[in-house]
């Protein structure tokens, strides 16, 4: 293990290496990141080996995901914003052939306008495509969840692919400690992929082939148990991460802070977590009993946790870095329709989207609405 | 401690982000935890741009933009008439300027913080025979902030540099780092 201050970008594909990740199929340039560029540079040096697929768009990355898997070799890509939009024909086919493998996504805006920074758009609208998706906070927590998706996501009982997601410039662009594990130890801890299903000539086998009436919605059906067996499998990554490096977040699905005693909370995710904390931090020497739930798995998603979490609450706000425009924070759907037995107040508050930087002073607004008993969120500006 | 933070002022190309960086390295190697991050906007050759640092003796959480730095650090005098370097400055917050005007004369447009110009940009020319200021002015920061040593700085240097095989560049920004650092002493 070293420690050193490394770029989360860095982190992450310092991270694929240590998977030993066999192919990744990447389209290199805007609105991608610097994991691209630090695989290509890996592979290059010779200090990786895995075979670099240079494609010419990110709808060609997520085929080429596709086949890769699907002739058995452990398989990673790495986008962001209109890439993923790009690559979102491919990406129900790839969790509908329960395909597994990871993608990084640095989440950013959809245009238009043209915005180059971070909200949670990207992903969050690709949410019901069959995708498990991990929510990271900081560069530590994103180099972890790349070894524990691979993990995940190749586990017998969920074969599903399984999406990273780090926010784009807030944390992307971050040089900050990271604790980097040996070869030996991420070895120790993950596995090589052995496929359940894999292209073979000499067992031939048909993938994604015509679903009629009469049996598509039994894929489905098996795609959402494996997703609900997905939350168990969550845990167990997290809870064994933990034995293996020591470090862990919350349960895997849900990262509580300051939960103990509280009477209000912000529910969010991303790096917004760590302002949070900061102003929870202040708040709580001042005697208010504050904190966060911080949701790490959005897909499939936490209801029981988060209903256990919420209990002794008075008062939630749910925080979006994405709206569905002519609806509300997406969020703030999936919390209200778990919690809608409980009797609590919870408000809906858009805050961040494409850049606009979300502070200490938003969260003690915040916090001071639900003290006063206020009931509707809003915009934070 | 408590949780410092540093604000760099810098022209697209000036290798700002490199700066905060170096900086970022140099703190951990004190033993500190520590935070780079730039403030992108669409980068253009000779743009201001912003960097921050954060510095403390246990991690760091808080992500939001930098507002009100103990720090500021101008890598090009002309900024000060574009951007208000100033802004949001702590109450006796140290200015680092790389310039060739007096202090006296650069608290006038600046206004009463401490403030410390230094000619960085002569410095590197004379040093490294190229106006590379950005790693140069780290030398000031580590004499006037004692916030980091200069020992933590070669480190950094050495860690960023050396290790792509850069290792003539990595002495060169050492040495002028060395000597920025001894005008300010």
Not at chain 1, 138 to 155: K, R, V
Not at chain 2, 11 to 36: E, M, N, P, W
Not at chain 2, 51 to 67: C, G, T
């Amino acid at each position: 293990m070293t420690k050193k201050v490394e770029e989360a970008s860095l982190a992450i594909a310092t991270a694929v290496k240590l998977s030993r990740v066999q192919v990744c199929p990447m389209y290199p340039i805007t609105p991608s990141t610097h994991v691209p560029e630090k695989i290509a540079e890996y592979i290059a040096n010779g200090e990786f080996d895995a075979t670099l697929i240079d494609v010419e768009s990110e709808h060609s990355a997520a085929s080429a995901f596709l086949g890769s898997v699907a002739t058995g070799c452990r398989t990673f890509t790495a986008t962001a914003s209109q890439g993923l939009a790009l690559m979102y024909e491919i990406l129900p086919i790839i969790s509908g052939m329960r395909f597994p493998g990871v993608m990084a996504v640095a989440n950013r805006a959809l245009s238009a306008p043209i915005s180059i920074w971070n909200d949670h758009s990207d992903a969050v609208s690709t949410r019901d495509q069959g995708w498990i998706q991990l929510w990271v906070e900081s560069s530590q927590e994103a180099l972890d969840t790349i070894i524990q998706g691979f993990l995940i996501s190749e586990d017998s009982k969920v074969q599903l692919p399984l999406m990273v997601n780090f926010d784009g410039f807030t944390l992307s662009h971050v040089f900050e400690p990271v604790d980097i594990p040996s070869q030996a130890e991420v070895d120790k801890f993950l596995p090589k992929f052995k496929p359940v299903f894999k292209l073979d000539v000499k067992k031939p086998m048909t993938f994604g082939p015509i679903g009629f009436p009469d049996s598509f919605m039994h894929f489905k059906k098996q795609q959402q148990n494996a997703m609900i067996n997905a939350l168990e499998v969550v845990k167990k990554a997290n809870s064994s991460f933990k034995k293996s490096f020591g470090r862990s977040y919350g349960d895997g699905l849900l990262d509580l802070y300051k939960m103990t005693g509280a009477e209000y909370a912000v529910i969010g995710m991303g790096t917004l977590c760590g302002t949070a904390k900061v102003a929870i931090d202040k708040l709580r020497k001042e005697g208010k009993k504050v904190g966060l739930i911080r949701i790490r798995c959005l897909r499939p998603f936490p209801e029981k946790e988060l209903q256990n979490a919420i209990k002794n609450l008075k008062a939630v706000a749910v925080l979006d870095r994405h709206i569905s425009l002519g609806q509300e924070g997406p969020l703030f759907t999936d919390i209200r329709s778990a919690i809608y037995c409980n009797d609590i107040t919870i408000n809906s508050y858009i805050a961040g989207l494409g850049g606009m930087d979300i502070t200490v002073s938003h969260f003690e607004k915040v916090f001071k609405d639900l003290a006063q008993g206020k009931q509707k969120g809003e915009w934070l500006f | 401690m408590t949780l410092k933070e540093i604000r760099l002022h810098g022209r697209g190309g000036q290798g700002a982000v490199t700066s905060t960086q170096v900086l970022a390295i140099a703190a951990f190697h004190d033993g500190k935890y520590s935070q780079a991050f730039p403030n992108f906007g669409v980068e253009r050759t000779g743009a201001p741009v912003e960097s921050y640092v954060r510095i403390d003796e246990k991690p760091v959480n808080l992500r939001q933009h930098v507002y009100d730095p103990d720090y500021v650090i101008v890598l090009d005098t002309s900024l000060i008439d574009d951007v208000d370097v100033t802004k949001g400055l702590q109450k006796n917050g140290i200015v680092i300027v790389n310039s060739d005007k007096n202090a006296a004369e650069l608290k006038k447009k600046l206004g009463n913080f401490n403030i410390h110009s230094i000619n960085i940009t002569k410095i590197a020319l004379d040093i490294i025979g190229k106006p590379f200021v950005n790693i140069a002015s780290l030398g000031a920061f580590c004499a006037l902030s004692k916030e980091v040593s200069l020992e933590a700085l070669n480190k950094a240097i050495d860690e960023l540099f050396t290790a792509k095989g850069k290792a003539a560049v990595a002495e060169l920004n050492k040495k002028a780092a060395k000597a920025v650092a001894e005008v300010c002493k």
